[in-house]
């Protein structure tokens, strides 16, 4: 599913006109962004929730050149879902 899919979806189910949504879906991402870049996770009750997670520094191996290389710490975005919400998936 895509996000078009899921605009015409709500689109559909609430009467909304799709400019609308779309307005409302893109503004709720760019929240969910924003703040998992200034390092806070967001917790959705019933969904799931938006996390950073750490990855520690590491060395890793460029095949092509036969040379190792060191991957600095960084942050990763994550989704872990609630459990009512991977319940129902199985």
Known sequence: MT??????????????????????????????????????????RGFGSFIIKKRATKVARNISKNTTITIPEHNIPAFKPAKSFAAKVK
Do not use: P, W
Request: zero cysteines.
């Open 3 to 44: 996000k078009a899919d899921i605009v015409n979806e709500i689109s559909k189910d609430l009467g909304v006109e799709k400019r609308m949504v779309q307005e409302i879906v893109d503004a709720f991402m760019e929240s969910v962004r924003n703040s998992l870049s200034e390092n806070n996770n967001v917790y959705l």
